[in-house]
């Protein structure tokens, strides 16, 4: 790839600047297995389940997504319902105390690779921003040691109050290209989600980068990713072009 085609790097947080993919998807693991087995819901949740079901889309929608693939049906609730009430709300709540806990206690660092391509695209003067479907992106960040690094971020709190539909919807990318003041077709959107690069696909980006957490390089091409890398460092790229190529 060559960054001189680009305005703009659209990055997803977890999983593509910092591990807590990894996080998300332990907490997950920990609230359906309670549930499944309390209430006998089969087969018994796996982290394939995450991967097909629930990784990259906003926090209840994963519960929706994941309680469909085993016909199990709860009333919505509200984003208020203690954790553990009946209803899709109040399982994603459960889910999000896990994940607190998770973070407080282990703390955040951003892969290195990912640093090393914001060093690069700065120097270059190519506009970032954070686009992700947590509610906890603004903690993660801060937690990194990255805020500083990003004056646009629509998160999942910023889709919710703003009515923009999450991913796999394209909205919340299209959202950070116009405050960035660029185009779709001038931007990069940098995904480790199938339901994330299958965002970047129906926007229409310039380029969608697969970056291989987990999900696996075919998933990702076949949903969307233009490219797949396993580091962002490989997308540092030499002054007249860059390291990948399509
Ligand atoms: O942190 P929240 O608001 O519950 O958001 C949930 C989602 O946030 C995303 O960033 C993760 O990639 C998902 O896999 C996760 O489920």
Not at 68 to 84: C, K
Not at 200 to 222: P, W, Y
Request: hydrophobic letters at 45%.
């Amino acid at each position: 790839m060559n960054w001189d085609d680009f305005d703009a790097a659209l990055f997803d947080l977890d999983g593509v600047l910092t591990p807590t993919a990894d996080v998300h998807m332990d907490a997950w693991r920990s609230m359906f297995t309670r549930y499944f087995t309390e209430h006998g819901v089969e087969p018994a949740y796996t982290d394939d389940d995450y991967f097909a079901h629930v990784d990259g889309k906003p926090r209840y929608d994963g519960v929706r997504s994941a309680l469909a693939s085993r016909g199990v049906e709860l009333p919505e609730g509200a984003p208020t319902d203690e954790a553990w009430a009946p209803t899709v709300c109040g399982l994603g709540n459960a889910k999000n105390h896990v994940f607190s806990q998770i973070l407080a206690e282990q703390g955040v660092q951003a892969y290195e690779g990912s640093v090393r391509l914001l060093d690069a695209l700065q120097e270059r003067g190519t506009a970032v921003a954070v686009v992700s479907s947590s509610r906890n992106a603004p903690v993660v960040l801060a937690a990194a040691g990255l805020a500083h690094r990003f004056e646009i971020v629509v998160d999942g709190e910023v889709a919710r109050a703003t009515g923009l539909a999450g991913k796999p919807a394209p909205d919340t990318y299209l959202r950070a290209a116009e405050l960035l003041g660029t185009t779709a077709a001038r931007s990069v959107v940098l995904e480790d989600a199938v339901s994330g690069v299958a965002a970047g696909r129906a926007g229409d980006f310039g380029l969608v980068v697969g970056v291989d957490r987990g999900a696996g390089a075919q998933s990702l091409r076949e949903n969307g990713a233009d490219v797949v890398v396993q580091d962002l460092a490989e997308l540092i790229g030499t002054p007249t072009g860059g390291a990948v190529t399509e």
